[in-house]
Each structure stands twice: as C-alpha cells, then as structure tokens.
C-alpha cells in the first residue's frame, strides 16, 4: 500500500538539504513601518530577499523552492498595496526571467491566475515557457494561491477529468486527488519556513504540509538572508521525521 508515498518519509542524512522548502514571505509590512517607510518599501526589500534565497538554494542543492508571494486572502488589503504589490510582480518578472533562464532555474506559478491582469499573465507565461526546459531548481511561485482553493479545483479538475468517480466515490483516493494539486509536479515540502513571528499556516499548502517540518522566526523577510537559511536547515537536520512510527523503528529502518 502507498501508505508512504511521500518522497520526504525517510530521515535525511546529518549533511542532507531538505529537497523542497517552502516559505511564506512574512513580515515586509512590518519590516518597513518599523524604519518609518511606507508598506511598499518593504515589499521592494523583500524581492531583494527573493533573489537571494533563491540563489542559495539553488547553490546548496535544494531542488524545490515554493514561495507564497500573494494569497488568496490579500486581495482584502488596501488597494492601492494590492497594485504596488501586482506592479512589483511584473517588474520582477521583467528584470529576473533571463537570469533565471540562464541560471539554469525552472520557473513555475501555481494560484489562480485569472484574476490577474492580462500583462502579469503575458509575462507569467512567457516566463514558465522561457525556463521550462530547464533541469536546476524549480522555483514555484504562489499567486492569488489558497490551500483550500487548491484541494477545491483538484478535486473539480478529477471530477472532469473522469466523471463516472461521483457515482463512485469510494473509488477516489489520495494519489488521484494529489494528481491533481496544482503543484502535482513536486514531491511535497520537507521543509516550511514562515518568517515574520506569525505561527500559522494561512491556507498555503494545506493539503502538502501534513508531514513538513515546521520552522518559524521572528526575522523580518526583507531580514532574512542566506545565513538565516542555512540556520533553518541546521534545525531541519536536528528532526527526527517519523511519519506515524516510533523513534526505535526509524532508527531500525535507517
Ligand atoms: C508579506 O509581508 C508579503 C505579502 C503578504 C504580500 P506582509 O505584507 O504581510 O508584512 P506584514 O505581515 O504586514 O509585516
Ligand atoms: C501570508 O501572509 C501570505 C503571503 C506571505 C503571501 P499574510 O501576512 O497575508 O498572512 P496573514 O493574513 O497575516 O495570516
Ligand atoms: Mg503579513
């Protein structure tokens, strides 16, 4: 049985890097009004953040880095924070698509992208073909992105795909839902970081979270930094996953 399908279920070794890390970017806000900026300084610092988490997961070897960049949710802030933030999306794209190209990083945004406007969705496209092809990092990017909305359209998105399962719903399982997921292309994190103090999920991963190990600091993502990576890590490799077994069975196992 596929009870342990996760790719993440063995215990790393001591020099290992998690293979997927996902983060939610928290704290940008904070960060600025904290130095007396406006919101959107923050934001800006924060992108700053992004290239450089990227190129150090890219160096240390992770394979999957997913960043929540805008929820589902944050369509409640204020609107003019909600254009800032779409505009720095799209200047983001614009300057850092070819380097990502280069760099050999495979681009990819999961969320629901209707809602945008059509230039951010030009160059969102443009930007997952451009980097396709490529076999290094995937960076996944989360927009307009909801846990809730994810394990909602997957399950739509089976139902469509084989219609005859709602009259047979004992038939469904995990793996076919999973298929579906928008990030159906990844194994799931082993790794969540949420910077910014809150200890919460926010609807991000809901469903690829239930076996991540959870880590949590107060540094302000404009704050966070490579060496602030490597700390997450160093606790990463600290853990025992155990996924349901006992720590005698683990350590007989390994
Ligand atoms: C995270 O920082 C960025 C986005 C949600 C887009 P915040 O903007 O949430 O910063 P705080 O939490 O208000 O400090
Ligand atoms: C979560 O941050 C979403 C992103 C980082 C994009 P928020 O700052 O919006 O989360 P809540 O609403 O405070 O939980
Ligand atoms: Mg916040």
């Not at 076999?135 to 219609?163: C, F, H, S």
């Not at 399982?173 to 928008?182: R, V």
């Not at 969540?192 to 302000?220: M, P, V």
């Not at 996953?241 to 196992?253: D, L, M, N």
Request: hydrophobic share 45%; charged share 25%; proline share 4%.
């Amino acid at each position: 049985m596929a009870l342990f399908k996760s790719s993440t279920r063995s215990i790393p070794n001591v020099d290992d890097v998690p293979r997927h890390v996902a983060i939610i970017m928290d704290g940008n806000g904070r960060w600025a009004t904290s130095r007396m900026l406006p919101r959107v300084a923050g934001h800006a610092k924060g992108v700053d953040t992004v290239r450089e988490v990227v190129e150090a997961c890219a160096s240390r070897g992770v394979q999957f880095l997913t960043l929540f960049a805008f929820s589902s949710e944050n369509w409640r802030r204020p609107a003019d924070e909600v254009s800032m933030l779409m505009r720095l999306f799209v200047s983001a794209l614009e300057r850092e698509v070819d380097k990502l190209a280069r760099n050999g990083i495979r681009l990819k945004v999961v969320g629901d992208l209707q809602a945008f406007e059509p230039r951010l969705r030009e160059l969102i496209a443009a930007g997952v073909e451009k980097t396709a092809g490529n076999d290094g990092l995937t960076l996944t990017i989360a927009a307009n992105y909801g846990g809730r909305w994810d394990v909602l359209q997957a399950m739509r998105a089976l139902l469509e795909k084989r219609p005859e399962l709602a009259a047979n719903p004992e038939a469904i399982g995990e793996d076919e839902l999973a298929g579906h997921l928008a990030m159906a292309y990844a194994p799931e994190p082993d790794l969540f970081i949420r910077t910014g103090g809150e200890q919460r999920i926010s609807n991000f991963l809901l469903w690829q979270l239930a076996y991540t190990e959870l880590y949590f600091t107060d540094k302000f993502w404009p704050d966070f930094d490579a060496q602030a990576l490597e700390q997450a890590f160093e606790s990463f490799r600290m853990r025992e996953r155990r996924f349901g077994q006992t720590s005698a069975q683990v350590a007989a196992s390994s």
